[in-house]
């Protein structure tokens, strides 16, 4: 079952970490097929799909899911999942605001402070689940209906606001691409790092693949899930950032109408992240979150009504899944 029991070299259910991570290199190629026939679609309607502003726009809008199905992508790898990240996008938003203020000198105090709760509220939902065995999906959305009462409690709408300053996270730019995109593909670089060269990343696989063959292998599983989950809180602060320095002030709507729970995991399954956990690459979320941005530029472009945008991504995202699971039951990975 397990290949190699070594901590540093971990291999869950005869599957290598690199096997494991394989599912990105397909998921690049679906992405440059959705991109040829958008631009072909949108220029055959008299549109403008290939310009600068068009594509940093596009980059722009993929920075908040991107962000947050980065995180989500590692819980989902350790076979668990987080949907407390979208009231946690508005904890963030509106805890920033509320404690800069508007003024620059309280802009690093406003990071810690925002950065501190999302590691607590990531650590309690580890804790929840690995301590007390609540199953992930409860537990998370528990804590997220917590977090729902506090804000809608103490806030009803925009809250303080963030200054001028660090507006330029939202909006400034280093020649043509935006200071927010280096952002994500620092985030995703990092994770890459992470889930590839670390311990961590062979002992997440490993609890992925099979929690209790990985326990048996002297792996500190509840460690690691816990782990697994401020990690995934602290990209959903990153998240409510980006957002407050667009929106320049925090309001309790900014996480939940986003849709960042539910469309963070759409965006990894799309990037070919196993929902059973032990599978996937935090290179084919990004994937997964430009083929989604790239979809709805097109459907801006056509003017689909926003129902029927829904629906197309829902049959997307179900297709995708599906086509996954076939191709893993030929590889004999079930």
Same mark, same amino acid.
């Given at each position: ?18 096997t ?31 310009t ?64 501190a ?9 580890g ?22 009462g506090?804000?809608?409690a ?34 995703v ?11 961590? /990343?062979?002992?997440?696989? $490993?609890? @992925?693949?099979? #929690?209790?063959?990985?326990? !048996?292998? +002297? %792996? ?46 759409a965006?990894?399954?799309v /990037?070919?992240?196993?929902? $059973?956990? @032990?599978?996937? #690459?935090?290179?084919?979320? !990004?994937? +997964? %979150? ?20 829904t ?24």
């Amino acid at each position: 079952m397990i290949a190699d029991t070594m901590p540093g070299r971990l291999r869950p259910l005869g599957l290598t970490r690199d096997t494991a991570a394989a599912s990105s290199a397909p998921v690049w190629l679906v992405f440059g097929g959705v991109f040829a026939v958008a631009w072909l679609l949108v220029e055959l309607n008299g549109g403008q799909f290939m310009t600068v502003d068009n594509l940093q726009n596009m980059a722009v809008r993929s920075v908040a899911l991107g962000l947050v199905a980065v995180g989500q992508t590692i819980v989902l790898i350790g076979g668990s999942l987080d949907l407390s990240v979208a009231y946690l996008v508005s904890v963030t938003a509106v805890g920033a605001s509320f404690v800069m203020q508007g003024d620059p000198d309280r802009m690093v105090l406003g990071i810690v402070v925002t950065l501190a709760i999302g590691a607590l509220i990531g650590l309690v939902n580890g804790l929840i689940i690995t301590g007390l065995r609540v199953n992930a999906f409860i537990a998370t959305l528990g804590t997220s209906l917590v977090m729902s009462g506090v804000l809608n409690a103490l806030f009803t709408n925009f809250t303080g606001s963030v200054p001028r300053q660090f507006q330029a996270l939202g909006y400034n730019a280093l020649g043509p691409v935006p200071v927010a995109v280096i952002l994500l593909l620092v985030v995703v670089g990092l994770a890459w790092y992470v889930l590839r060269r670390t311990r961590f /990343g062979y002992h997440l696989y $490993a609890v @992925g693949g099979n #929690a209790e063959v990985a326990r !048996l292998s +002297g %792996v500190r599983t509840d460690r690691t899930v816990v782990l697994a989950h401020v990690l995934c809180s602290l990209t959903a602060v990153l998240t409510g950032l980006f957002l407050v320095s667009r929106l320049r002030s925090g309001a309790p709507w900014v996480g939940p109408d986003g849709g960042y729970d539910l469309e963070s995991i759409a965006a990894a399954v799309v /990037g070919g992240t196993a929902l $059973a956990g @032990g599978r996937g #690459a935090v290179t084919g979320t !990004l994937a +997964g %979150v430009l083929i989604l941005a790239v979809i709805d530029q097109v459907f801006n472009e056509f003017e689909v009504n926003a129902f029927l945008k829904t629906l197309i991504r829902g049959v997307i995202i179900v297709g995708a899944v599906a086509l996954y699971a076939i191709r893993r039951r030929d590889e004999g990975s079930f």
